[in-house]
T-cell receptor, first 115, second 115 residues
Framework: AQSVTQLGSHVSVSEGALVLLRCNYSSSVPPYLFWYVQYPNQGLQLLLKYTTGATLVKGINGFEAEFKKSETSFHLTKPSAHMSDAAEYFCAVSPSGGSNYKLTFGKGTLLTVNP | DADVTQTPRNRITKTGKRIMLECSQTKGHDRMYWYRQDPGLGLRLIYYSFDVKDINKGEISDGYSVSRQAQAKFSLSLESAIPNQTALYFC??????????????FGPGTRLTVL
């Protein structure tokens, strides 16, 4: 069974500050890992994903995440927050083998960016 | 043009009414999904379909049914709507082919209110 824990349902940062959104997972097999972003009144959009290879992955809008197997983590970062980054962010995990259809989501982290 | 479309975008209905939410995709994907989003709970899987003849229950299928009319169309029905089905509903698609890593693509959502 898989599960995803996002630490902090709400994170508030100042414009220009570092953004750090935390995600830890549990999975019985090596997973694929995803971060999705949901802007107000919109669907989910893929920010980035880890499948294999380099553990530091870069995504859209200046975001990146690092897969740390020993810590079972996949935290999302951005060096300098912009007002347009205000949204809800979801971490998700999918098993890498077998019936790998299932995407399990965390409960989401709402990011607020203050001027 | 949007790759995954949902109709209607907003719907208000009354307890006991039958409601159908529709999803269409032009991505050519074989797999389609229906999720429900509630504040603080993330996304939960209602039903998923691997192809027209393969439909499966997700984690919260009670009170819902689905129909896969064609590879590109997947409908969700609430046979007798109740207030706790008030939520944001998302359709998603993915490709089962090698290299897809189960990345899912989401529609814009349908906001359903049951009075």
């Amino acid at each position: 069974a898989q599960s995803v824990t996002q630490l902090g349902s709400h994170v508030s940062v100042s414009e220009g500050a570092l953004v750090l959104l935390r995600c830890n997972y549990s999975s019985s097999v090596p997973p694929y890992l995803f971060w999705y972003v949901q802007y107000p009144n919109q669907g989910l959009q893929l920010l980035l994903k880890y499948t294999t290879g380099a553990t530091l992955v870069k995504g859209i809008n200046g975001f990146e995440a690092e897969f740390k197997k020993s810590e079972t983590s996949f935290h999302l970062t951005k060096p300098s927050a912009h007002m347009s980054d205000a949204a809800e962010y979801f971490c998700a995990v999918s098993p890498s083998g077998g019936s790998n259809y299932k995407l399990t989501f965390g409960k989401g982290t709402l990011l607020t960016v203050n001027p | 043009d949007a790759d995954v479309t949902q109709t209607p975008r907003n719907r208000i209905t009354k307890t006991g009414k039958r409601i159908m939410l529709e999803c269409s995709q032009t991505k050519g994907h074989d797999r389609m999904y229906w999720y429900r989003q509630d504040p603080g709970l993330g996304l939960r899987l209602i039903y998923y379909s691997f192809d027209v003849k393969d439909i499966n229950k997700g984690e919260i299928s009670d009170g819902y049914s689905v129909s896969r009319q064609a590879q590109a169309k997947f409908s969700l029905s609430l046979e007798s709507a109740i207030p706790n089905q008030t939520a944001l509903y998302f359709c998603a698609t993915s490709d089962s082919g090698t290299g897809s890593y189960n990345e899912q693509f989401f529609g814009p959502g349908t906001r359903l209110t049951v009075l």
